[in-house]
């Protein structure tokens, strides 16, 4: 298994919905902190302004509904890198019960140089230190 980095929710009584769960929208938002969380610790990428990333596509899968007292754990990982993209990959389960997963996902990921507006291709800097985290080794 490749290594993963793993990321505490910290679940805030604003993300509950009427239906008494994490509203959809927020499995996103929780997504979003673990790139960033990915970044720094991986990457050593912490200002926006380093940032050479642009999100092309997001989806999430809700299988279970994650409620306020849930203690939950994000997992996230690279998959199927390309020559300008690669993917992350998404897991939030129970945190004493890893099988017990809430929801699962992906993002597209490109590589994107901010100044000239178009894509580059994904340095190879960025595949050496994200090898590890990656599914395609």
Known sequence: MNKTILTP?????KDIDVMGHVNN?????F???????????VLGISETSEYALILAAINCEYLIPLCLNDNA???IWVAD?????????????KADEPDHVF???????????Y???HSILIPSEFIIKVKDYSESK
């Open 103 to 113: 929801s699962k996902g992906d993002s597209v990921m490109v590589a994107y140089n």
């Open 25 to 29: 929208a927020v499995h996103i938002t």
């Open 115 to 117: 100044h000239e507006k």
């Open 31 to 41: 997504f979003e902190e673990a790139r960033k969380a990915f970044l720094e610790q």
């Open 9 to 13: 929710i910290h679940i805030r009584f």
């Open 73 to 75: 754990i994000l997992e």
């Open 81 to 93: 890198i390309g020559k300008k993209s690669f993917r992350f990959k998404y897991k939030i389960f």
